[in-house]
């Protein structure tokens, strides 16, 4: 018994449409082309540009057999009954031909077209060329198609698809009608989606088929072979966990709990979802890509660009109520922390999503600790206030922060009794002539008891102190201490390296100068163990030794909560003249 087995159709085959009324999101290219055979003012030529699986061979065919429809006379939608569609349809039209122009891109290919397109159509009304991936002809075979394109014989058209019309010659593209098809949006490819499944019987939650639109990004064509797959894997019955699985996707909710993370400061909980997705074996970079889209489009919300968002009303609702607590600042850092990202992710390892996530949880409160203590004011006597008995002012005036590092010799303490570094002082007798000229009243003896006040600058301004120590220098400029480094030190180090290792140091604590050595503390297991990696200490360590002036090593060290408040008691008495003695010398 002869057995015949028939193949079953794609999905994005068996609801490929049939009219140009029933394109999904092309409403302007719809509008013109019906348009035009309504007037029967169709081009010669034709260019369809636009991302795959936008519909630009689709409505090429349906154009097609617009023009050839025995029913209408070509000046309108093709009727789909008419000997004429239905041989188009099932691709047997002698008069259609399709040329893949990325297995047919030669010189010789294009010399037998122009041949064979002077030959009169054998059934239709027009002879309709429909050449796909038009950018992937070879220059030669471009030139020899340019002629024919601009006067082609009156029963010729021609229709060029593509999907990077910037690599067509210029030449070509100035003889065509040119039609730019957009992304297709989330809600028109669930709608599209919702209308397959029901159609076909399959059962299919809408939170799965806006997990699907979210991973095509606007191809339609993508997100049927998509269901197709999940179809073929877990029958007519779907739930959002299998698609999650399938996809390698988190879903909406991990992508809106870290953008949350990020705008509360948690860098606990953000670390902690992260992992998660680790855990469930899920794509690092999809994770990537679907936090960049969130906070792009709570970008664009707050910045009151609400047209740009392509989003479900559920999704743009939530949106609306995350931006109307968060700052512009954070967010728009943080879409460039993520946006460089996708190249650096390999889909296993977790550091870069990390260290980019703590650098944008940690980027609001840099810019106070990087900037350097704000300068003293010479005190004032206010209306009605009491003088002073003592003012104290710094004295000794810092480097600037722009001058080059210089190496830091070592430091002691000066005796107490040393002589104090000379300050010019302002006299007693300004002082007093200052404090007759407010309108309170203050006695001759008042005025006497005031101490002479330091004078501030030629700039008006009086520059903090330098610190007493290297290690102190070291910890006031430690934010910075990875960023805006000289050419020399940063050598052979991409960019976004430099961010993960600036990242990481700030989450370290300088906690001693050993001679060579710097003890780097750590309160976290992870972090310590990312630093102790070969390529990220040699960095480090080049930067030290650029900072330093002299050969540097760095050693880093686990400290729990307890060492942390003893090691800043022990630094406090320090600063107060104590000395640390062993016990056992007592």
Known sequence: RLCIIRAMEVLYRKWRPQTLTS???????????????????????????????????????ILAKALNCTTTGGKGEPCNTCEMCRSVAEGRALDIIEIDAASNRGIDDIRELRERVGYAPNMARRKVYIIDEVHMLSKDACNALLKTLEEPPPHAVFILATTEAHKILPTIISRCQRFD???????????KLSEIATG?????????????????????????????????????????????STLGMTGDARARDMVKHILARDIAAGIATIHSVDRDGLDMRHLNRELVEYLRALLMIKVGSKDAVDLTKEDFEDLEKVAGSAQLAPILYAVKAFGELESRLDGNSTLPMELAFVDCVLQDIKPAEAAPPKPARAPRVEKHA????????????????????VPLAPVTTPPVAAEKPAATVVPAAEVKHEIKASSAPVTEAAAKSVT?????????????????????????TWPQIARDLPAEVTAGVPAGTMRSVASLLNMARLKAIEGDTLVLAFGNEIFRTKIDQIENKKIIEKVFTYRLGRPARVQTVLETETAKKTDHMIDAVKKLGGVRVNPEDR
């Open 452 to 476: 002479p006040v330091t004078s501030p600058s030629p700039t008006g301004v009086i520059p903090p102190a330098v610190p007493a120590s290297e290690i102190d220098r070291l910890r006031q």
């Open 23 to 61: 394109l999904v999101g092309q409403d302007a290219v719809t509008r013109t082309l019906l348009n035009a055979l309504a007037a029967g003012s169709v081009s010669h030529a034709y260019l369809f540009c636009g991302p795959r699986g936008t519909g630009k061979t689709s409505t090429a065919r």
């Open 386 to 405: 009491a003088v002073e008995p003592e003012v104290k002012a710094a004295a000794i005036i810092s480097p600037p922060a722009s001058a080059s590092p």
């Open 181 to 191: 098809f957009r992304r297709i949006s989330q809600a028109d490819v669930i709608n």
């Open 200 to 244: 076909e019987n399959i059962k299919v939650g809408p939170e799965t088929l806006r997990l699907i639109a979210r991973a095509t990004t606007g191809s339609l064509r993508d997100a049927e072979n998509l269901l197709q797959q999940l179809i073929t894997f877990y029958g007519t019955d779907i739930t959002l966990a299998q698609a999650q």
